[in-house]
């Protein structure tokens, strides 16, 4: 476009920065954010999320944190206003960078700043918590989630499972799968190793054995 003497515009930057982001091309989608900064166009909100989101796929944690500051200030100075798709990549971010402690203080800040927290953001909160061996606040976090009118999905139940599966809190993880269950949420492989492992770390092999078999099963039946 470029070659042809015609400028982009921030439509065309954020466009092809949210085409890297989903392409996993973190590398490419910050040059043109470089690019962007130089120009004397305005950054708008969408253009960030792309960039934040970009630096969550390629578990970026130290960037994507890095890009909320620089936007936190930024909207000081312009219309530039951090949303629950910021934070929920952010936060995310952390979670895949095993930073579960940042995690945490951005979700908090989140509701303080009068956020609410969507689907995608609680799973990755206790994801996070789940990975740094904090148990008790993933559980916490999940119950907070059933008190909002939020639906829970595979992944939240999931994550909230493997956080028992490393507490060695079996009977909640077997509790938990029966929720799932009974909310017509179809378990997944994740869940049901998470599951099995809970037994197997509790000694209930004949738990673990049945959750095996339901797993074949399962898989029969969608095949």
């Not at 085409?19 to 120009?39: G, I, N, P, T, W």
């Not at 253009?47 to 630096?55: D, I, Q």
């Not at 895949?96 to 609680?122: H, N």
């Amino acid at each position: 476009m470029q070659e042809t003497g015609l400028q982009p515009n921030i439509i065309t930057y954020s466009a092809a920065i949210t085409a890297c982001e989903k392409d996993a091309q973190r590398l490419v989608a910050l040059q043109l954010f470089a690019d962007m900064q130089e120009s004397s166009l305005q950054l708008d909100v969408i253009t960030y999320n792309a960039v934040v989101s970009a630096c969550e796929k390629g578990r970026q944690w130290a960037k994507a944190l890095q890009l909320l500051a620089d936007m936190q200030q930024s909207s000081l100075q312009k219309n530039v206003i951090t949303n629950v798709i910021t934070y929920s990549a952010a936060i995310s971010a952390c979670e895949k960078g095993q930073q579960w402690a940042e995690a945490r203080d951005l979700f908090v800040y989140m509701q303080e700043s009068c956020l609410q927290p969507d689907v995608i953001t609680y799973s990755a909160a206790i994801s996070a918590c789940e990975k740094g061996g904090h148990w008790q606040e993933a559980l916490q976090l999940f119950a907070d989630m059933q008190e909002s009118s939020l639906q829970q999905e595979v992944i939240t139940y999931s994550a909230a499972i493997s956080a028992c599966e490393k507490a060695t809190q079996w009977a909640r993880a077997l509790q938990l799968f029966g929720e799932m269950q009974m909310s017509n949420l179809q378990p997944n492989v994740i869940t049901y190793s998470a599951a099995i492992s809970a037994c197997e770390k509790g000694e209930q092999w004949a738990e673990a054995l049945q959750l095996f078999g339901d797993m074949q099963g399962s898989i029969c039946t969608q095949a």
